[in-house]
């Protein structure tokens, strides 16, 4: 998931998921599809869980971006760019929890998902699914949309975590955001 906070100045943050991508894949094709949102989304940053898969997948990812870069180099085309961190989850809170303030979030209006995004049918799906009092392994999508925003989120000061986020894309700007 790759989340893109509004503008907005006021207090209440407006979050806006662009695109969830999901589904079983092994290393060389979970690559690429991060290579993918990488270039659809040259300015967003790619979070990468330093739990399990996120320490595995950094090398090769970085690999396949020096090899895509020197492709697109002689098709004379921008190279890849997007900053990639890896980071620790929080454990202060339980998964559970996490997903739960996103569901206040949601029901409150200030988590948002941009019109035709790709995987809101299996984000809606998770959501629907989703009992605060059991532990779920079908809950991928929504795990990852808020692990990733938890490091995101203001520090107490105020100040964002030193993470850039993208631009809606032009086509985006004047369509309006839906669930």
């Known amino acids: 998931a790759v989340l893109f906070p509004s503008h907005d100045t006021s207090e209440i943050e407006l979050k806006v998921m662009m695109d ?50 020197a492709q ?11 900053r990639i961190i890896v980071y ?7 998964k559970n929890q996490k997903i739960g303030i996103g569901v206040i979030e949601l029901e409150t209006g200030r988590l948002k998902f ?10 809606k799906k998770e959501y629907l699914r989703w009992d605060p009092n059991k532990e779920s392994n079908r809950d991928d999508c929504i795990d990852a949309l808020h692990s990733g925003e938890e ?7 105020g100040r964002k975590k030193e993470v850039s986020v993208g631009r809606r894309p032009k086509s985006t700007q004047r369509s309006g955001w839906r669930f």
């Open 151 to 157: 490091y995101c989120r203001p520090k107490r000061d």
């Open 114 to 123: 941009r019109r035709g995004a790709h995987g809101v049918d299996q984000i």
């Open 72 to 82: 697109l180099k002689q098709k004379g085309r921008a190279p890849i760019k997007n």
């Open 88 to 94: 620790t989850p929080s454990n202060k809170i339980s």
């Open 20 to 69: 969830c991508w999901y589904g079983t894949w092994g290393q060389r094709e979970f690559i690429d599809q991060i290579i993918d949102a990488m270039i659809l989304y040259p300015d967003a940053t790619v979070l990468l869980e330093g739990s399990g898969g996120g320490l595995v997948i950094e090398e090769p990812l970085k690999e396949e971006i020096l090899r895509r870069n």
